[in-house]
């Protein structure tokens, strides 16, 4: 890993990134703004084939064998849903998520942890998302003309449900986490801790690098749930200025309701997406050949519902990424007010560099970046730096 160093400007800060590191991290970067496109077609493509091999109207006339019994039905159609698009997206995956950041040195997990990992999530999704579409299919049924300005509401409680229990349930099971031992690292951010109302027992230390070498921390959860959770990556290789900037970024995500703008901002997208689904289902069920399935609450057209979703997504991909960008400039600037780390905060962001290409077109970021530039965020820093006082 290259040792970066302070300096004056924007320029003479990228100057340091070695060529070799830059070219690695430009083909990273365009790799990805491609599968973003292309796990969006392969989702499709996957639920065109589960549908036309009418695998999930043979499970829902299975599970209704006795009489109709609604609820049930969608919870059990639903899980064998996202079990077989998991199974049937396991081999893009594996390319995607695995074997493409192992490539990249980005990941120095084994095949054989990788897919542990990912079933054991899957199993995670599978239970939450079933839940989500049980409800969603019960208000389809009792509200066929409004269920999807009800069900943006629905979805956006799961998902701040989900933000709540996750530090407590979801991720111990993924990696050990424990307490920060006093020290001089818990020392440099427990002051900036307590000014955000996070006592130090719950800044934690985590093992992330056994998924990746990210220089990375996180602040996780919602009111009395939230902690501080800092990568090994990070507490090995980064200097006190570093870690500081670092987590001086993450808890400006907590103190100003990150979690929560964005669980809004996708109640929103999510209820346009429905009325979509609500308008498109129909005619798209004629369309692809399944005019069996044109009853909207009808579980077996799960796919239908999931296509729509999938290509509103992907068109939208410049609005939510659009307000990542926001959320990241916010809590950059929340870092250099508290943490007054300027330098640390360019190095650490220089060291990003490995998979963010540092100085993108403003097009390209415009439409694919979900934070801003590693430049234009080093470039805030010096002006801090800069300016008087
Ligand atoms: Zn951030």
Redesign the pocket.
């Known amino acids: 890993m290259p040792q970066f160093h302070p300096a004056d400007s924007t320029d003479a800060y990228l100057a340091q990134i070695p060529p070799d590191v830059l070219q690695r991290a430009i083909d990273y970067t365009h790799g990805s703004h491609w599968l973003v496109l292309f796990s969006a077609l392969v989702g499709i493509l996957i639920n065109v084939v589960v549908l036309r091999l009418r695998l999930l109207e043979r499970w829902r006339a299975r599970c209704e064998r006795h009489g109709p019994r609604p609820w049930r039905t969608a919870l059990l159609v639903s899980l064998v849903f996202y079990g077989l698009v998991w199974l049937l997206d396991l081999p893009w995956a594996l390319y995607a998520r695995w074997w493409r950041e192992v490539r990249y040195g980005l990941s120095p997990q084994s095949a054989g942890a990788w897919l542990a990992e990912s079933a054991l999530s899957a199993v995670f999704s599978a239970v939450l998302l079933s839940v989500l579409l049980m409800l969603l299919y019960a208000l389809m049924r009792r509200a066929p003309r409004t269920w999807w300005l009800w069900s943006g509401a629905v979805t956006s409680a799961m998902i701040i449900f989900i933000v709540v229990i996750s530090p407590v349930v979801l991720e111990p099971v993924f990696n050990h986490y424990q307490p920060l031992a006093a020290g001089p690292q818990r020392a440099a951010i427990a002051a900036m801790a307590a000014e955000a109302g996070i006592p130090p027992q719950r800044i934690l230390a985590y093992d992330g690098s056994k998924q990746s070498a990210n220089y990375t921390a996180n602040v996780a959860g919602m009111f009395g749930s939230a902690r501080i959770a800092v990568s090994d990556a990070l507490l090995n290789q980064a200097g006190t200025a570093e870690l500081r900037a670092v987590v001086g970024?993450?808890i400006g995500?907590y103190v100003l309701h990150h979690a929560l703008l964005q669980a809004l901002l996708y109640s929103v997208l999510l209820t346009g997406a429905f009325l979509i689904v609500h308008l498109a289902y129909a005619p798209l069920a004629r369309r692809l050949g399944v005019p069996q399935l044109a009853r909207l609450a009808d579980p077996a057209g799960l796919p239908l519902l999931a296509i729509i979703v999938t290509a509103v997504f992907l068109l939208l991909t410049p609005v939510t990424n659009g307000m990542g960008r926001y959320v990241?400039n916010q809590?950059d600037q929340y870092s250099l007010a508290h943490a007054r780390e300027p330098d640390g905060m360019a190095i650490a962001l220089l060291r990003t560099v490995d998979y963010r290409a540092p100085a993108p077109g403003a097009l390209e970021e415009w439409l694919f970046y979900d934070h801003p530039s590693i430049a234009r965020r080093i470039q805030r820093a010096v002006d801090w730096k800069r300016q008087p006082g």
Do not use: S
């Open positions: 970024h993450e995500h990241e809590a």
